[in-house]
C-alpha cells in the first residue's frame, strides 16, 4: 500500500487514442487523478466515466489532470472508448497485474463470460505534482465509489486551505 506523501511509481500505458501516457511526465498545477476501473464488463464503471466526462473541464480548471485506467485488452478498451459516452476522457489500458497490486488495487477472477480472467477493481489517486500520493480510495467491488462534486469540493477546500495529506503515519 502506497501512504500518503509517499512518492509512487511510475506509469507508463498506452491509450485509446494511440498515444503513450505517463505519470511522471504530467506537469499539473495541482493534481494528477488516476481512476482505476473494471473494464469494459462494468456497467457501473460505464456510468462512473460518462459521469467523470461531464466534469472534465471542472477538474481541469482546478489545474487537475487524469486518466481512467484499466486492465483491459487494446480491443476491449477501444471498444468502451466507442461504445461509452467518454470522447474526451484519457483511457488507458493493458496495466499489467503487477503495477495494479503495487498500487494496492484489489484483483478478482472472472465470474461471467463477458469478464476478463483477471482485472483490478476500482481505485482512485490524487497524485502531487512532486510525484507523491495525496490521497486514494480503494474498492474491493464496483459499489460506493466517491462523487466527483465531492472530489472537486475537496480539492478545493485542499487549496484554499493548504491542507496536508492525511494518513501517512
Given amino acids: 500500500m502506497i501512504k500518503p506523501t509517499a512518492q509512487v511509481p511510475e506509469l507508463k ?56 485506467i484499466s486492465m483491459d485488452s487494446e480491443e476491449r478498451a477501444k471498444k468502451a472508448g466507442n461504445e461509452w459516452n467518454i470522447p474526451e476522457l484519457p483511457v488507458g489500458y493493458n496495466l499489467p497485474i503487477e503495477n495494479a497490486r503495487e498500487w494496492g488495487l484489489y484483483i478478482s477472477k472472472k465470474t461471467s463470460e463477458k469478464e476478463p480472467d483477471v482485472f483490478s477493481e476500482p481505485g482512485l489517486f490524487l497524485i502531487r505534482p512532486d510525484n507523491t500520493l495525496y490521497a486514494s480510495s480503494i474498492q474491493t467491488m464496483p459499489f460506493a465509489r466517491p462523487d466527483w462534486d465531492d472530489i472537486l469540493n475537496a480539492i478545493d477546500y485542499v487549496t484554499k486551505n493548504d491542507y496536508p495529506a492525511r494518513g501517512g503515519e
Avoid at 482505476?36 to 464488463?41: D, E, I, P, S
Fill in 13 to 68: 500505458l498506452p491509450l485509446i487514442n494511440d498515444t503513450q501516457w505517463s505519470l511522471y511526465d504530467q506537469d499539473s498545477t495541482s493534481f494528477t487523478m488516476l481512476v482505476f476501473y473494471r473494464g469494459l464488463h462494468c456497467p457501473v464503471c460505464r456510468k462512473y466515466l460518462e459521469s467523470l466526462t461531464k466534469k472534465l473541464k471542472d477538474f481541469s480548471g482546478r489545474g487537475v489532470h487524469l486518466i481512467a
